[in-house]
Every structure is written in structure tokens, then in C-alpha cells.
């Protein structure tokens, strides 16, 4: 059965350091694009980084600088790094991986909180 875990979520202080990893069992990730996202109380779920099967990466606008997202597919996990945090960075947040016939797997989340 296909799963993904996210895990590293927490509070720290604006300009705070979390790293978040997703772990995949189940399935061969490396043949896998993964995305981070993101949703806060009463908003949309947003796109917050990307990575392909070969390591291509891109990034919203607001955490461009700041995020970094990068995989192990040795370990099938990818991380997102992330720097400088802001209170507007605060929101649930989640994996996503998509295979290269279209199926999609979700992640049930890590909350990440970011308050002084």
C-alpha cells in the first residue's frame, strides 16, 4: 500500500529553521514528482515547492530564498528545508507525489507554526 508520511513540523520563532520530510513506503519513488503544499485556517491549499523525478526544482514566489526542497531516493524521503520563517508561513502542511501514470498520493500533514 502506497504511503506517504510527513514528519519535522512544529513552532519556533519568526526567523526560526524547520526541516520536514516526507517518507514514502509502498511504492519507488524515485519514479515519483513530489510537491509540497500548503493550507492555512480558511484558505486554499497552495503549491509551495516542487521536484521532478530528475531533480528539477521550482518554488512560489514567497519562499523563494528561503525554502529549499531536495530528495533522497536512497532513503525515499524528500525534505524541505526551511529558512527564515515567517508568520505567514504558518499553515498545515503536506506531500504530494505523482506517478508517471497520473496516480496521486496525499500525506496526511505536519503542522507547522511559526509565533513569537
Known amino acids: 500500500q502506497e504511503q506517504l508520511v510527513e514528519s519535522g513540523g512544529g513552532l519556533v520563532q519568526p526567523g526560526g529553521t524547520l526541516r520536514l520530510s516526507c517518507a514514502a513506503s509502498g511504492f519507488t519513488f524515485s519514479r515519483y514528482d513530489v510537491s509540497w503544499y500548503r493550507q492555512a485556517p480558511g484558505k486554499e491549499r497552495e503549491l509551495v515547492a516542487a521536484?521532478?523525478?530528475?531533480?528539477?526544482?521550482n518554488y512560489r514566489d514567497s519562499v523563494k530564498g528561503r525554502f529549499t526542497i531536495s530528495r533522497d531516493n536512497a532513503k525515499n524521503t524528500v525534505y524541505l528545508q526551511m529558512n527564515s520563517l515567517q508568520p505567514e508561513d504558518t499553515a498545515m502542511y503536506y506531500c504530494?507525489?505523482?506517478?508517471?501514470?497520473?496516480?496521486?498520493?496525499w500525506g496526511q500533514g505536519t503542522q507547522v507554526t511559526v509565533s513569537s
Open positions: 504530494k507525489a505523482i506517478g508517471m501514470y497520473g496516480q496521486i498520493s
Open positions: 521536484i521532478t523525478k530528475r531533480g528539477v526544482t
